[in-house]
């Protein structure tokens, strides 16, 4: 689904960016952190980590909302090795700063956001619409389910 300038956002959030562009797809939601080295497998962008509640799906082509990275430097790596296969996601929204998830937003070029005045991991479920302008520090999400 694309949007249009006529569609009117169910959601609007406010934040920082840490990589500039814009993009829109379908969200994926998780509230635990991944852990890049060992956790992903790059070559489907698929969540392979242990007792993660994403594990088997893939983050490909999402826009991936999350609380951020955990585990080694090698996160960057990883992550960096699913642009390069066709696997990264969209874009990234994560809500814990750390020098991993800034990294791979930056590695992975693609839309990145954080420091949101809500919580994207409590009110964006997998399945919304999200647009997300990093260049403008916004984010609209429309509902999945409901009418456009």
């Known amino acids: 689904m694309a ?13 920082r960016k840490v990589v500039g562009g814009v993009t829109e797809g ?5 509230r635990q952190t991944i852990s890049g080295w060992g956790g992903v497998n790059p070559m ?3 969540v392979i980590e242990s007792h993660h509640e994403l ?3 893939s983050f490909a082509d999402k826009v991936l909302v999350f609380p951020g990275a955990k585990g080694s430097s090698g996160w960057s790596g990883v ?7 066709g696997t990264a996601p969209r874009a990234m929204l994560f809500t ?11 590695v992975l070029r693609v839309p990145s956001m954080t420091d949101f005045e809500q919580d ?18 916004e984010i ?8 456009k």
């Open 26 to 30: 379908e969200a994926l939601v998780t």
């Open 44 to 46: 489907k962008g698929e």
């Open 55 to 57: 594990r088997g799906v």
């Open 96 to 106: 814990i700063t750390t020098t991993k998830a800034a990294l791979g937003a930056v």
């Open 3 to 15: 949007t249009t300038q006529l569609d009117k956002p169910d959601l609007v959030i406010r934040g």
């Open 120 to 137: 994207p991991c409590e009110v964006i479920e997998t399945g919304d619409w999200v647009r997300v302008d990093a260049d403008k520090g």
């Open 140 to 147: 609209q999400v429309w509902k999945r389910g409901q009418a």
């Open 79 to 85: 992550f960096h090795m699913t642009r390069l296969t």
